[in-house]
């Protein structure tokens, strides 16, 4: 407890607390611009820290992280178009809630349930992270093989009325993430001569093209010459009563939980646990039908399972020196500027930093509770009050400068309007486009994995089954695609026999 508490009085010092306020009002910012990302603002970031003190520095990524995290979902549910990768999974209930003029309580449930999950994942970095670390010592690259199909088949599966679109959907992605160098022999695949292809295509690019211009697009088509108005908005004093809050517990509970669990494991991240966490609560409802049409427990599922992978993606970063996940690897680089060796000494070596950056991630999601709330409901949601003939080319234009500024690459832009279009077709025939993006973010991480898994064990493929974990997510990736065939069949008998 001590060490806890000497972290906590360095953290509560005026450097690190105003960096933690500023930098958590940034990160909600920056998650709701479309096109911009935690990852590209916190490495643009790191060559600024060399000159602050490390628990400075530090308090600015956290903030940057857990605000982003949160400010994903603002033009997730105002506008349709994700934020973050991670905030792709809100879209599916947050934007039927705006869109039923229950805006305000939908940004109220993401903020509530980001900070939850956000806490939740700090309290598992600060008291279990050590002992958790030490599962991930037991996955190789069958484990992981089995990971990335199991998020695959959960949400082609399970996102949209159409398993055959969705499986479908998860191969197209499959097919544009194996596009570029294969990082095993050197080869070019798909490249089709073009020297911009090599580093195969950039997901925030297409993430921004298939999900922000489709709605953009559907926009235009409306002509929308007045906009919505306050009262349609119903942004003034939308109660979000006790009630309400106690019915989210178990899915709060349920998708910190995965959230935490997916963390822990690197390179899984917070879309597949908004995924996973979304999929779960649409398992366990009562009325999954109403998924996908405004359940308030949707959005508060995908929110609390993204924000719950936040620290906990730091637990073997910081134990093992394993990065979680992207930004993980960009908190290894802030302590190596500063002259520290991430690992288990790290914790014995430099304690109060350890316990300074816990106790941060703690703090600037509890910060989400006031900062959040009030810069969505009295700031962003008012964008949905402008004219759609005047929110269409000011989106164009912010997706523009986004897409453009990742790379600084104009060729970006046109794969960002062919992703659009292709996105804008398979709407119009109810392919789900969430399959496409979790295909070309775990395809690569399966294919290099089940060929790492072969090449150890010289090409005998049962290796794949026989060690215990990969048994048992081979089990759930069965389980998932038959269970909800199950479902079906016995709705099916009950309306028979009813």
């Not at 105002?78 to 879209?91: D, H, K, M, N, V």
């Not at 934007?95 to 349930?113: R, V």
């Not at 005998?460 to 215990?468: F, I, S, V």
């Amino acid at each position: 407890m001590e060490f806890y508490t000497n972290a906590l009085a360095q953290v509560l010092t005026f450097g690190p607390l105003t960096a933690m306020i500023g930098a958590t009002l940034l990160g909600v910012f920056i998650g709701a611009l479309p096109g911009l990302n935690p990852v590209m603002a916190i490495a643009l970031l790191l060559p600024l820290t060399y000159s602050m003190d490390p628990l400075v520095a530090l308090a600015m990524v956290a903030g940057i992280y857990n605000g982003s995290m949160y400010g994903g979902a603002i033009p997730a549910i105002l506008l349709r178009i994700p934020g973050t990768p991670a905030s792709i999974a809100t879209t599916f209930d947050g934007f039927p809630m705006a869109d039923k003029g229950e805006a305000a309580k939908a940004l109220k449930i993401a903020c509530w349930s980001s900070a939850v999950g956000g806490i939740a994942s700090a309290i598992a970095l600060m008291t279990v992270g050590p002992l958790l670390a030490r599962v991930t010592l037991y996955f190789g690259p069958a484990e992981y093989f089995w990971i990335a199909i199991f998020g695959m088949a959960s949400v082609g599966v399970m996102v949209g009325s159409d398993p055959v679109k969705g499986i479908m959907a998860a191969v197209l992605g499959l097919l544009i993430g194996t596009m570029g160098i294969d990082n095993l022999s050197g080869q070019a695949r798909f490249t089709f001569g073009q020297t911009w292809l090599l580093g195969g295509l950039d997901l925030i690019v297409v993430l921004v093209g298939l999900y922000a211009l489709p709605p953009v697009l559907q926009l235009a088509e409306k002509a929308d010459l007045k906009g919505l108005s306050a009262a349609q908005l119903k942004l003034t004093d939308v109660p979000f009563k006790l009630g309400e809050r106690r019915a989210l517990i178990p899915t709060w509970l349920r998708s910190s939980g995965i959230g935490i669990g997916v963390g822990i494991l690197p390179g899984a991240g917070g879309n597949i646990a908004a995924f996973l966490s979304y999929n779960a609560a649409k398992n366990a409802s009562d009325d999954p039908s109403s998924f996908g049409k405004g359940n308030p427990q949707g959005v508060a599922a995908a929110e609390c399972g993204n924000n719950a992978d936040n620290a906990a993606s730091m637990i073997p970063a910081l134990a093992l020196g394993i990065p979680g996940n992207v930004v993980a690897a960009l908190v290894l680089s802030a302590l190596t500027i500063h002259g520290l060796q991430p690992g288990p000494q790290l914790f014995h070596q430099n304690p109060v930093l350890v316990g300074g950056f816990m106790m941060e991630m703690l703090l600037t999601s509890v910060l989400i509770f006031a900062l959040g709330g009030a810069v969505a409901t009295r700031v962003f949601a008012q964008f949905q009050r402008l004219p759609g003939v005047l929110l269409v080319p000011s989106i164009l234009i912010l997706m523009c400068v986004g897409v453009y500024v990742i790379n600084g690459r104009p060729v970006d832009l046109w794969v960002m309007l062919a992703a659009g279009l292709v996105g804008y077709f398979l709407e119009k025939v109810n392919v789900p486009l969430a399959p496409i993006i979790l295909g070309m973010i775990l395809g690569p991480m399966a294919e290099q994995s089940v060929r790492r898994a072969l090449l150890i064990s010289r090409g005998d493929a049962t290796d794949l089954l026989t060690r215990p974990i990969s048994a048992a997510l081979a089990i759930a990736t069965l389980l998932v695609i038959v269970w909800p065939i199950a479902k079906a069949m016995r709705r099916r008998r009950d309306a028979r026999e009813a």
